[in-house]
C-alpha cells in the first residue's frame, strides 16, 4: 500500500495542489467520487483557477494519472516549475512553497522507489529550481525557505519519524547548501544549480536499507557497515537515472569525508572539492540541529562548536566562514 489506502492497479494517486494553475496539461486527469473514477479532464486541456477552486470546495484533494501517462506527468511539472521561478510575478514565498510541495511528493516517492529515474530526474529539477530561486533573492529572504518550511512542515501523517526526518534532511540540506555556497560569492548559477542537486540526492542511497533506515534502536554494527556504503550507493543510483555531473558525483560520495581522510570512503588525494565540503558541512550542522528519535536537536552554537571540532583543524577557512553564515541567518 502505498498510502492510507489502496489503489486501483494503473492509477497515481497525486495531490491536488501540486499541479499548476492555467497550465495545459500533458496527461489525463481523473478524480475520484463516490469510490468511481471519473475521468476529469483530459491531456492538452487546462486545468483553470475557476476549476480547481470548484473541486477545492467540493472537498476533492487528490487527484489521479493513469500510470501510462506519468512521463508526460513529470514533463508539466518540469515546464511548470522552469516557468515558475522565471515568473517574479508570483510572490517569492509562494514559488518556495510550491516547489516544497512538489519536492516533498517527488521525495516521498523516491522513497518507495528510489531506482524510478523519472522521479529522480524531476527532483533534479527542484534542485535547479531551488538554485534559481535563491539565486534570485536576498540571502536573508530564501533563507526563510528553510526557517519557515523545512522546520514546520510534515512530509505526511502515515511516514514513520524517520522517514520523515530522512526526507526533511533532504530539503534541509539542499537549501543550506545552496545558501551556503551563495554567501560565499564564488559560484556562478550554474554550480549553485549543482550544489543544490548534490544536497538534495546526498542520501538517497540509503534509501535502498529501509530495514536500517527505520530502525528505531541504536545501529549495529552490521548496520554502520551498510550505512558507509550510502555515498556510493546514490551516485550509482544517479548515474542509472542519466544524472551523471561530475561535481555531483564527487561531492556525494565525499559527504562524510574530511582532507585529513578520516571519514569514508576512502581518497587518497584528501584534498575534497569545496562543493564536497559545503555539502558536508550542512548534512553534519542539518543533522545535529534537527530532532531525532534518540536525540533532541542542538542550538545552533553547540552545533558550530561541535562542528568545529571536526572540521577546524583540516578547513578551518571554510569553518569561520560557515559560523558567520549561521550567525548571520539561522
Ligand atoms: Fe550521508
Ligand atoms: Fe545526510
Known amino acids: 500500500m502505498r498510502y492510507e489506502e489502496s489503489l486501483p492497479l494503473g492509477f497515481q494517486r497525486i495531490p491536488l495542489d501540486l499541479l499548476f494553475k492555467e497550465e495545459r496539461l500533458l496527461f489525463d486527469l481523473f478524480i475520484k467520487v463516490q469510490g468511481h473514477f471519473l475521468l476529469y479532464r483530459r491531456e492538452k486541456q ?36 522552469s516557468k515558475l521561478h522565471s515568473n517574479q510575478k508570483i510572490l517569492f514565498f509562494k ?15 523516491i522513497y518507495e522507489s528510489p531506482q524510478n529515474p523519472y522521479n529522480l530526474q524531476a527532483l533534479q529539477l527542484c534542485g535547479i529550481s531551488l538554485a534559481s530561486l535563491i539565486d534570485s533573492q536576498s540571502l536573508k529572504t530564501s533563507f526563510s525557505i528553510q ?25 534541509d540540506v539542499g537549501v543550506l547548501s545552496v545558501s551556503f555556497a551563495k554567501f560565499l560569492d ?27 533506515l ?46 585529513d581522510g578520516t571519514g569514508y570512503p576512502e581518497y587518497q588525494p584528501k584534498i575534497l572539492s569545496k562543493e564536497a565540503q559545503i555539502l558536508a558541512f550542512c548534512d ?14 542542538l542550538s545552533p552554537y553547540a552545533a558550530l562548536q561541535k562542528l568545529g571540532l571536526k572540521f577546524y583543524e583540516t578547513s578551518p577557512d571554510l569553518y569561520k566562514h560557515f559560523v558567520r553564515f549561521i550567525q548571520n541567518f539561522a
Not at 514559488?95 to 517527488?106: M, Y
Open 46 to 81: 487546462i486545468f483553470d483557477d475557476r476549476l480547481h477552486r470548484q473541486l477545492h470546495v467540493q472537498g476533492v484533494t487528490y487527484c489521479y494519472i493513469p500510470l501510462e501517462d506519468l512521463p508526460g506527468f513529470y514533463e508539466y511539472l518540469s515546464k511548470g516549475l
Open 95 to 109: 514559488r518556495a512553497e510550491k516547489l516544497f510541495q512538489i519536492f516533498r511528493f517527488l521525495s516521498r516517492e
Open 147 to 171: 526557517k519557515v518550511l523545512s522546520s514546520k512542515a510534515s512530509f505526511g501523517s502515515t511516514l514513520k519519524p524517520n522517514q520523515d526526518y530522512s526526507l526533511k534532511h533532504a530539503f
Open 186 to 212: 564564488e559560484f556562478d548559477r550554474e554550480a549553485l544549480k549543482e550544489i543544490a542537486i548534490s544536497g538534495f540526492f546526498h542520501d538517497v542511497g540509503t534509501f535502498l536499507m529501509p530495514e536500517v
Open 214 to 259: 527505520e530502525k528505531e534502536e541504536r545501529l549495529s554494527v552490521e548496520d554502520w557497515e551498510k550505512v558507509h556504503k550510502h555515498p556510493e550507493y546514490t551516485v550509482r543510483i544517479l548515474k542509472k537515472a542519466g544524472i551523471d555531473i561530475a561535481s555531483v558525483n564527487h561531492a556525494i560520495l565525499f559527504h562524510h569525508q574530511s582532507n
Open 284 to 297: 553534519h550542522y542539518s543533522s545535529m540541529t534537527a530532532r531525532k528519535l534518540y536525540q533532541g536537536p
